[in-house]
């Protein structure tokens, strides 16, 4: 089959070739032909630069195709390709909240001997009942509306900006 090469500043090259031959035997022919070392040639087919060992039918490259060759630029980075960047540290694991069962024993105690229920923690007097305060080893806080009291006195941390 029949394939053209558009050289740059120079004609096009009709070279006969078949499917089965490899890109380095395409670059023996140009490098024949044209004069242009193996090395310094780069071939390029629709969007694809072509690979040294991959066969012609590979990139799918019919008869009467048209190639590009490029020339190599001296100094330029070659064929090197980016490294990847390989991390030394493990992977940050994300907080998973584990739910705890019958956690309502916690907020709440039932005496053997009356029956009767009292409450363990201490309820929010702005938000109202049904809402506990954390216990802090100097504090009480709620989590909803932020009030914080003190073991010694009160204060809320909601009015501090008030001044």
């Given at each position: ?30 490098q ?101 305060m ?6 009480y ?23």
């Open positions: 089959m029949q394939v053209f090469v558009k050289i740059p500043a120079e004609k096009t090259l009709v070279l006969d070739v078949s499917p089965a031959n490899t890109v380095t035997d395409m670059k023996i022919n140009i024949n032909k044209a004069k242009i070392p193996k090395d310094q040639q780069r071939l390029i087919f629709t969007v694809n630069q072509l690979e040294d060992d991959q066969t012609l039918a590979f990139y799918n490259i019919r008869h009467e195709s048209t190639l590009y060759l490029l020339l190599r630029l001296p100094g330029g980075g070659g064929n090197k390709k980016k490294k990847r960047k390989v991390f030394t540290t493990p992977k940050k694991e994300k907080h998973e909240k584990e739910k705890e069962k019958l956690a309502v024993l916690k907020y709440y105690k039932v005496d053997d001997e009356d029956g009767k229920v009292e409450r363990l923690r201490k309820e929010c007097s702005e938000c109202g009942p049904g809402i506990f954390a216990n802090h080893s100097d504090r806080c709620c989590g909803k509306c932020g009030l914080t009291i003190l073991f010694n006195q009160t204060v809320d941390s909601s009015s501090d900006n008030d001044v």
